[in-house]
């Protein structure tokens, strides 16, 4: 069965930074793309980052595009969130998830998904 869970998350002033895990376990990681949403309260879940899995590919939400990196390490099973320069409209809780397939930043085509780790950036 394939789980993922995130961890990282915390309070950060504005302009810090902060760096998301997330382990993958249960199947072969380097199988899947793996993909970071936020969804903010009130507000309807983002797509920020995904990894292809063959080529290690990148895609980035414009929000995010220039501060946040994406990474992984297939020998450890995990992927990364790099987040710098932090805003408060940052804020959220930060979702990874797993795709056998194409590097995509749609939350409904991606097979697995963590619990989510708090984010929040305010002075």
């Known amino acids: 069965q394939v789980q993922l869970v995130e961890s990282g998350g915390g309070l950060v002033q504005p302009g810090g930074s902060l760096t998301l895990s997330c382990v993958f376990s249960g199947a072969p990681f380097h199988f899947y793309s793996m993909g970071w949403f936020r969804q903010a309260p009130g507000k309807e879940r983002e797509g920020i980052s995904c990894m292809h899995y063959g080529d290690d590919s990148t895609i980035y939400a414009d929000s995010v595009k220039g501060r946040f990196t994406i990474s992984r390490d297939n020998a450890k099973n995990t992927a990364y969130l790099q987040m710098n320069s932090l805003k408060p409209e940052d804020t959220a809780v930060y979702y990874c998830?797993?795709?056998?397939?194409?590097?995509?930043?749609?939350?409904?085509?991606?097979?697995?998904r963590g619990q989510g780790t708090q984010v929040t950036v305010s002075s």
């Open positions: 998830a797993a795709l056998r397939g194409l590097c995509v930043l749609v939350d409904e085509l991606y097979d697995y």
